[in-house]
Structure formats: C-alpha cells, structure tokens
C-alpha cells in the first residue's frame, strides 16, 4: 500500500528555516523523507545546528544562505539546493519580518521591509523554482500567510498588507501552474510561539486567548504538520486553498 504521506524522493526548499515556524516545518518534512534545504539569512549557528540534528537522523540537508528579498541571491540560493540535492519539488515560502508601528507614525521603509521579504520574497523563491516544476509536471509551493492577512491588525497594516498580499498570490499563481500539475497554497496560522511572539504582554496574550476558541497559543509544529500535509500526495487535489492554522482565531 502507498503510503500517500510519505515525501521520499522529494526535495524541499524553506526559507527561514533556522528558528519558529521554518524551523519545525523542515523537520516535519525531512521526518516524512524529504531531503530539506535550510535557507537563512542570517541565524547561521541555528541553521547549522538544525542542518546537524536533521542530517544525524538521516535526512538529506543542505544550508543556503541568502536575503529572499534579494534577486540575485535567490538565484544562488536555489542553484545551491539543487547543486546539493536535486530539483526542488516542494517550496516554502516562510521567511517573514515584522516592523510593527501605527500607519500614523510608521516609516516607509519599516512597510517596504515586511513586503519586501514577506511578499517579493515569496515571487522571487516562486519563479525561481516554478520553470523547474512546470518540466517536471508535479511540486507543490505553500506560502505562509496570517490571520493578520485575513482580518488585520491595529500596528501591523504592513505585516497585515505583506500576508493579505500572499493569498491573492496564491490563488493567482494556483490558476497559472495548475495546467502543469504544480500545487499552490497557502496556510494562515493564528498566534504561533516564536520569537515573534516572545514580545506580547501578558494581556495581549489574554486578550488574544479569550478570542480563541481552543484556548491556547499554536506550537510551531501545529503549522508544520499542515504544511506537510500539503506538499504530500495526500493533498494531490487541493490547490489555491488558504487553510487557517489559528484554534478558531479568525471565526
């Protein structure tokens, strides 16, 4: 019997992957047999030990560095993967920032920044992989997306802009590789703990608590699991979807 969880076989880029929510889907996908490129900009001791534990249980790793946000780099950084493991047939585009502030006082470069890696890098990891894809008939991109996509957020209209932007990316890109057999969707997890989270105060996180239906904060590998799922042969009919990861957040 097939076992349409598996990913042997297959080769996935992340980007962010050294810490959070990257971090744990590379390790949900090198546990279902995918051979994993880590991409970092710059937490390189954290994606080194993470490359080091994947590459100890058994999985194919390599590490790319590179700014997703940077044309050129992007370039080098998936001609690294596939040097080091073959074509990339599943992309994760999770690399995100944030630079919270009212719209009122917000600099223009704090809102070019969170669109810059969030939304440019997502377009840039994309083409860079899709021609490849298109040939091979078959991959699956996912994007990670937000409930702060979906329904906003005083202090965040940049990180809101970047994630909203992602799920019209999706669907658009969803309806373009389709007809050549390559999946596109994404996910959009409520309140994860990460280091982006480590910032909110106590009454933040109760406030976001009694708006939460599950009642608790998101572990990184609840997100993870999904997006496994997604770039399994599992999920082989599902594409332009945006799935919420957020316990009932977005209700």
């Known amino acids: 019997m097939t076992d349409n969880n598996t990913l042997e076989g297959q080769v996935a880029l992340v980007t962010g992957a050294s810490r959070g929510i990257g971090r744990a889907t590379?390790?949900?996908?090198?546990?279902?047999?995918?051979?994993?490129?880590?991409?970092?900009?710059?937490?390189?001791?954290?994606?080194?030990?993470?490359a080091e534990s994947l590459g100890g249980a058994g999985a194919g790793v390599a590490l790319v560095q590179g700014d997703v946000a940077d044309t050129a780099q992007v370039a080098s950084m998936v001609e690294a993967a596939e040097a080091a493991l073959g074509p990339v047939s599943i992309l994760v585009n999770n690399a995100g920032v944030t630079r919270d502030g009212l719209v009122m006082r917000m600099d223009a470069e704090d809102f070019d920044a969170v669109l810059a890696t969030s939304l440019r890098g997502a377009f840039l990891c994309s083409r860079a992989v899709a021609r490849?894809?298109?040939?091979?008939?078959?991959?699956?991109?996912?994007?990670?997306?937000?409930?702060?996509?979906?329904?906003?957020?005083?202090?965040?209209?940049?990180?809101?802009?970047?994630?909203?932007?992602?799920?019209?990316?999706?669907?658009?890109?969803?309806?373009?590789?389709?007809?050549?057999?390559?999946?596109?969707?994404?996910?959009?997890?409520?309140?994860?703990?990460?280091?982006?989270?480590?910032?909110?105060?106590?009454?933040?996180?109760?406030?976001?608590?009694?708006?939460?239906?599950?009642?608790?904060?998101?572990?990184?590998?609840?997100?993870?699991?999904?997006?496994?799922?997604?770039?399994?042969?599992a999920a082989s009919y599902i594409t332009g979807a945006v799935i919420p990861i957020d316990g009932g957040l977005g209700i």
């Not at 298109?134 to 996912?142: E, V």
């Not at 994404?186 to 106590?202: K, N, R």
């Open 26 to 50: 590379a390790t949900a996908l090198a546990n279902a047999g995918a051979s994993v490129a880590i991409n970092y900009r710059s937490q390189r001791e954290a994606a080194e030990e993470l």
């Open 132 to 233: 490849g894809m298109m040939k091979a008939r078959s991959g699956s991109i996912i994007n990670i997306s937000s409930v702060i996509g979906r329904r906003g957020n005083a202090g965040q209209a940049n990180y809101a802009a970047a994630k909203a932007g992602l799920i019209g990316f999706t669907k658009s890109l969803a309806r373009e590789l389709g007809p050549r057999g390559v999946r596109v969707n994404a996910v959009a997890p409520g309140y994860v703990i990460t280091d982006m989270t480590e910032g909110l105060t106590d009454e933040m996180k109760q406030t976001i608590l009694g708006n939460t239906p599950l009642g608790r904060l998101a572990q990184p590998e609840d997100v993870a699991a999904v997006i496994a799922f997604l770039a399994s042969p």
